[in-house]
């Protein structure tokens, strides 16, 4: 089965992939899609290479034997799912209006969801976006993913072949959302407060709800993020490599990029890691950008996802390669003024290259340069315009391994073509990927610290125990 959604400059394509392993074909990393300039100048395991004590502690958890829980055994019975107060019975999808919040008076923020309850048992797969309410890409992907063309009868996600739960959220920050914001009504960031507090502030007793009563119950979350305001992402994924589901979830989303990081404290993804449910993220695009690219990827990784857990019929696509980083460089501006960056979210980057220019308008005629300060790929950009002395303007992985294996798969104006956006990406085993390191440390513990964002004043500090 064939099935085209277009977007403004891209096609997805998204193929029935129980055929594929029939030809097993391979990606020789030449034929490509034509695309869009967007640039404006000219196999060992990752296990055995990355620092010792974060090796360790991976090894370690995937060393836990796995079982498959009773409640997915045909002799448990297969019962209908409940949320809430409403029941969906096995082989059916039904859509269902949830309360972020439970008044007698006043607005209770109902948000959609869809279930598809399969007529067999298997994982609850919970799958969400708009996690912060201006971020377009995760609603987007989950809502092309709830087509005619997907779900239903015969279709990708047909509720007869489902294994186990999927539960799609498209927009989990209701009142953000409405208000084309990143956080909730009282100015409070929905991703720092999980697991919540029932009887604290008006954020922390949604993230208490939704925690109760969605995510707690879940096996798998995959949770569809942006870049923040200001920035662009390149597509990637996030996750706790040392928690054996969230790996193996990670790993098989089928994009080269995978950054090794816990999660910021009081992000749902940390707090599902600390409950033992296997939670990912995916980053791509930016804030209030509908970016087709990003959009086409997600889709693709949802469905791979879905069928490595063997929710639906079918083989995960793999990509040629994965960069598992545990580290990254930051480029920063050493000026005050307005920036101009040269470079895309995904650019190969060579030492000292030349990644963008800052001017001043109160300074005519002058500009001053920013060089790369080693090889490596850029995986989110500054957008916004403004900078001063430190403002960090590109996030890079400084790739020393495998440089041949990833210029295979750059563009003709050096930017990654990444798995899923020139069509479904061929299968292969997974013996075939090459794994390749990069190693560091995140500055400010977190790949996203030194963008500055979410770091609390005393003030705000105060405020969230309120």
Request: charged share 10%; glycine share 12%.
């Given at each position: 089965m064939l099935i085209l959604l277009f977007g403004r400059l891209h096609r997805v394509v998204l193929v029935d992939s129980e055929e594929a392993p029939?030809?097993?074909k391979k990606d020789d990393g030449n034929v490509r899609v034509p695309r869009a300039k967007r640039r404006r100048h000219q196999p060992i395991k990752v296990s055995n290479q990355i620092p010792t004590s974060r090796r360790k502690e991976i090894e370690k958890a995937l060393e836990e034997p796995s079982s498959t829980p009773k409640t997915w055994s045909r002799a448990s019975g297969w019962k209908s799912h409940r949320i809430g107060r409403k029941l969906v019975k096995p082989g059916t999808i039904r859509q269902i209006e949830y309360d972020l919040m439970d008044v007698e008076i006043g607005e209770s923020w109902p948000?959609?969801?869809?279930?598809?309850h399969g007529s067999r048992p298997g994982?609850?797969?919970?799958l969400i976006g708009a996690l912060h309410g201006n971020e377009l890409v995760g609603p987007l992907a989950l809502t092309y993913l709830q087509s005619h063309a997907i779900l239903g009868e015969d279709k990708p996600i047909d509720p007869s072949t489902v294994a186990g739960t999927i539960r799609i959220i498209p927009i989990v920050n209701m009142p953000g959302y409405r208000r084309r914001s990143r956080y909730m009504?009282?100015?409070r960031d929905l991703n720092r407060f999980f697991p919540g507090k029932e009887d604290s502030n008006t954020t922390s007793r949604v993230a208490n709800r939704l925690w109760k009563e969605i995510f707690q119950n879940s096996d798998h979350i995959l949770d569809l993020h942006t870049a923040a305001l200001g920035r662009s992402n390149m597509p990637q994924i996030r996750a706790n490599?040392?928690?054996?589901?969230?790996?193996r979830s990670a790993r098989s989303f089928g994009i080269e990029v995978i950054l090794d990081s816990e999660g910021p404290k009081g992000s749902l993804r940390r707090t599902a890691d600390d409950y033992g449910i296997s939670c990912i993220t995916y980053e791509g695009g930016g804030a209030d950008e509908a970016d087709p690219e990003s959009i086409q990827i997600a889709m693709y990784g949802v469905l791979n996802v879905l069928r490595s857990l063997k929710v639906i019929p079918g083989y995960s696509s793999r990509p040629r390669f994965r960069l598992l980083a545990s580290g990254s460089v930051w480029i920063r501006s050493d000026h005050g003024g307005l920036l101009d960056v040269l470079t895309p979210a995904g650019s190969w980057v060579e030492e000292n290259e030349l990644v963008a220019t800052v001017s001043d308008p109160e300074h005519p005629g002058v500009s001053m340069e920013i060089r790369s300060p080693t090889d490596?790929?850029?995986?989110?950009?500054?957008?916004?315009?403004?900078?001063t002395t430190g403002t960090p303007i590109g996030h890079l992985l400084p790739i020393s391994k495998?440089?041949?294996t990833v210029k295979r798969r750059l563009d003709d104006e050096g930017v990654l073509v990444l798995s899923?956006?020139?069509?479904?990406?061929p299968w292969r085993e997974d013996d075939e990927i090459e794994d390749i390191s990069v190693e560091g440390e995140w500055e400010g513990g977190s790949p996203d610290a030194e963008w500055g964002e979410n770091i609390p004043s005393a003030a705000e500090e105060e405020a969230d125990e309120a």
């Open positions: 029939k030809s097993s948000i959609p969801i869809t279930v598809i994982p609850v797969v919970t009504t009282d100015g490599l040392a928690n054996p589901a969230s790996n490596g790929l850029l995986i989110c950009i500054a957008t916004h315009p403004f900078v495998g440089i041949k899923g956006a020139d069509g479904e990406p």
